[in-house]
């Protein structure tokens, strides 16, 4: 480095200055947007009011809450995760739960960051670090997903942040698996990030004959959840018993399929069907595309692209499952980064920004009149914005591996980009 250089240390401070500047402007516009709005934070008033029950001795899954008369659709562990929102007034509640959610958009980019270029978390480059992360936070914060999530003080950051943190633990951590677990524990579908840590982990394990941070991350995941839930058994077996063997099940409970806010493929195919159960349709093309991504994403994995295998998963997640409402797709934020890191294309990565920032899915008839039963070609094609996304992901992501050697060591492609990164960063 040429004495003229500046080291990092010593670097300006103005541009992070001006990234937490406009960051911070962003998130108080969004702030008094949401409260013109007027939302109501529905979903952490059920949050609140199933801790209170928990706290009361009373049945977790009889309890309604709300003027819509909402139930509880998480495990157990969940009311005890929320116990400390009893501990404030309503208002403060509310206040906090947007604070929190807004933090955890930040953490969510700088994970997704780290995620995808591994080598910014360096010491180096922690300035550049978080100065892209304001600035992506700062434009992220508007898409509807991460909207809506606020609106109804949601915890699909949350779990988002949890997962990304034990995807980005250095290589032979301990506590790699953990936040995992504990979010399969609150909200079960996170749990097809331990198929993939399992599935890819056993690949490898096969081929290089020894354990790897896949498998480890699997199993500490799988003791986690295995803990977290039988400790629940013990502590409330009269609703562990009630969630493991009916409400589990009873996918109505959570609300319509039909619904436009449902944007899992089981949405989409009662609203082409005009139906309210798509049976075994959904059934069927869940069992396919399922098992047709989740190739892909172990493909990923066992070529070293674990960003790739992070997304096509959560997305998988998002597809399968019986209801994905709109604010659950909050994995719109990692996948925006890792497609213009890979593409460099503003065209590509601003028409799927479009996607998720436009509210398309609103735009058609939404009411509780349910007259997404009666949707036209145009209203299906808009209020399927989401799943068509995931669809064109994956076959994206498919088409660029199609003929592509497979690299040998999974961590070549990552120590190839951090090096000439490094070397980048050496020359200036």
Not at 231 to 259: C, I, Q
Request: proline fraction near 6%.
């Amino acid at each position: 480095m040429s004495p003229s250089t500046p080291s990092p240390s010593r670097a300006r401070p103005w541009p992070l200055v001006a990234a937490a500047a406009a960051c911070l402007i962003s998130f108080a516009a969004f702030w008094v947007a949401q409260r013109v709005a007027h939302v109501n934070m529905l979903d952490v008033m059920v949050y609140r009011a199933e801790a209170e029950t928990l706290r009361a001795g009373g049945d977790l899954y009889a309890m309604r809450a709300t003027s819509a008369n909402l139930a509880m659709t998480y495990p157990p562990f969940a009311a005890v995760l929320f116990l400390p929102l009893t501990l404030v007034g309503v208002p403060l509640m509310r206040t906090l739960s947007t604070a929190g959610n807004l933090l955890l958009v930040v953490a969510l980019v700088r994970l997704s960051l780290q995620l995808v270029r591994p080598v910014l978390a360096s010491p180096a480059r922690r300035a550049d670090l978080w100065r892209t992360t304001l600035w992506v936070a700062a434009v992220v914060v508007w898409c509807e997903p991460v909207w809506t999530t606020l609106r109804y003080g949601q915890i699909n950051l949350l779990v988002a942040v949890a997962v990304l943190w034990d995807f980005t633990r250095r290589e032979g951590s301990r506590w790699a698996g953990l936040g995992i677990g504990l979010a399969t524990a609150v909200k079960l579908t996170p749990g097809l990030f331990v198929v993939l840590l399992l599935v890819a982990g056993l690949l490898l394990w096969r081929r290089d004959r020894g354990m790897n941070q896949w498998l480890r991350t699997a199993l500490t995941a799988t003791g986690v959840f295995l803990v977290t839930t039988l400790a629940m058994a013990v502590a409330l077996p009269a609703d562990s018993k009630t969630f493991w063997t009916r409400t589990l099940f009873e996918t109505g409970r959570v609300g319509h399929a039909e619904e436009t806010a449902n944007q899992s493929l089981s949405g989409v195919l009662a609203r082409l069907m005009h139906t309210d159960a798509p049976g075994l349709w959904w059934l069927a093309a869940a069992v396919l595309l399922g098992g047709a991504a989740m190739a892909l994403a172990v493909r990923a994995a066992v070529r070293g692209d674990r960003a790739v295998a992070v997304v096509v998963t959560a997305f998988t997640a998002l597809m399968v499952s019986p209801i994905s409402w709109s604010h659950h797709w909050v994995w719109c934020v990692p996948l925006l980064i890792l497609l213009y890191d890979r593409t460099r294309a503003w065209g590509a990565t601003g028409a799927v920004a479009l996607a998720f920032a436009s509210f398309a899915l609103w735009w058609v008839p939404h009411d509780p009149g349910r007259p997404e039963l009666d949707q036209n070609a145009g209203q299906m094609l808009l209020s399927a914005v989401y799943p068509l996304t995931a669809l064109a992901v994956f076959a994206g992501y498919a088409l660029t591996v199609r003929g592509s050697r497979p690299t040998a060591d999974p961590e070549v492609p990552r120590q190839r980009v951090a090096l000439r990164e490094r070397q980048a960063v050496a020359k200036e």
